[in-house]
């Protein structure tokens, strides 16, 4: 037997079953809107982020081009005999600002950003649902949250994890709260 009821109060399996399913419905209906919760912070905080990356990376593209594009007009006006290092430089930086903005599009930041707008999005109509379970007080032979569970599943798999500072930062902001 398992922790569910070893307690030695029950007096026979059906009676032990039935305590472990009630154990069960109640670790759902508790766990099942927290964890909701909790994703859909950090899924809002990594689409923040995302979005501060893909910001960062146009600001730099433009920074490090005007950059180049300085250095370029300089071998045109500076005498390459008092700076031999000029052309080089200016051909070098743009190497750089080529395989930077290469980089900074294979990101895909926006579109990793949207994907975790839509999921939670997704989280935020589950959690509505999950509320509107809990208040209803349906029972049924099945219990009503382990769909919801398995459509939390199913949302999970649909996009990208965020990463684990996302979840720091969402779990810090729901304790502030």
Do not use: W
Not at 127 to 135: C, P, T
Request: glycine share 2%.
């Amino acid at each position: 037997m398992d922790d569910c009821a070893d307690n030695g109060l029950t007096s026979s399996p059906k009676d032990y079953d039935l305590q472990c399913e009630a154990q069960d419905e109640e670790l759902l209906e508790s766990y099942l809107p927290r964890i909701v919760d909790i994703t859909r912070r950090s899924r809002i905080e990594a689409e923040r982020r995302l979005l501060e990356d893909e910001n960062l990376a146009r600001h730099a593209n433009v920074y490090y081009a005007c950059l180049t594009t300085i250095l370029t007009l300089l071998t045109l006006v500076v005498d390459a005999s008092r700076a031999p290092f000029l052309p080089f430089l200016s051909t070098a930086s743009a190497i750089v600002l080529t395989m930077a903005i290469i980089y900074a599009t294979s990101q895909n930041y926006r579109l990793q950003a949207d994907r975790m707008k839509g999921c939670y999005t997704d989280l935020q109509e589950l959690r509505i649902e999950i509320s509107r379970i809990l208040e209803l007080d349906e029972r049924a032979d099945e219990h009503p949250l382990t769909k919801c569970a398995e459509r939390y599943v199913s949302i999970m798999r649909a996009t990208d994890n965020h990463l684990y500072k996302d979840y720091l930062i969402a779990v810090n902001a729901k304790r502030k709260e």
